[in-house]
């Protein structure tokens, strides 16, 4: 079996750098989470349990919670440096909350978080992208079992381009995303960390449009693409 990419995750040094450096300069991301939320307050139900599978920082599971302060929340990672930042962050706002180490490339991660289920509402942020697409198709099924009837899944994702020129524009828009976070930096010195950075290698991207394509063959409904701009999409839909 070969390695897996994606074990940089685990690492402080490059958690540190995507947090401080990345996260905060993602293209749209306040109007991805916007959607996400209209999305979720759009199933005119009760929010009573969600999960946040591959929450990173938590900044999923906070915008939720700021909204829906009662509901109960399962935030799955398997890297403890993004596992710890999440309970800072989450801290301050003395919500039900449990923080489950889980490696969903495994499928055997669903028995650590089902006895909390079903769930309401069930998102990702740039998470999924790092699975193989085999994985990605059967991480989907496995995520439709764990919703509630009428429940919905969300992911705020990393999706690949069209062709190459629309990537180039993908990547002139978010290194001018960058560079206007750190102005101390030339922009092609953004530019040069942002073609080597050392994450890039744990990217397996693929269409949005056949990942809707197979929440679909799955059986979830209402599938689309909420938002899109060229590489980050918003997409989901509902059990």
Known sequence: MPARTDEVWKTSALVAVYLEGVRGAIPLAQEQIDIMLRLIAACARPIRRFLDLGCGDGVLSAAILQHHPRAEGVLADFSAPMLDTARRRLAPQNATVRFADVDYAIASWTGSVAEFGPYDAIVSGYSIHHQPDVRKREVYAEVFGLL????????????????????????????????????????????????????????????????????????????????????????????
């Open 148 to 239: 509630s009837p009428g429940g919905v899944f969300i992911n705020v994702e990393h999706v690949s381009s069209a062709s190459p020129w629309v990537e180039s524009i993908h990547d002139d828009l978010f290194i001018d995303h960058l560079h206007r976070a750190h102005p101390g930096a030339s922009r092609t010195e953004v530019a040069e960390t942002y073609y080597h950075r050392p994450d890039k290698a744990a990217n397996i991207l693929a269409p949005v449009e056949l990942q809707c394509q197979w929440l679909r063959e799955i059986g979830y409904t209402d599938v689309d693409c909420y938002l899109k701009v060229f590489e980050l999409a918003v997409f989901g839909g509902r059990r």
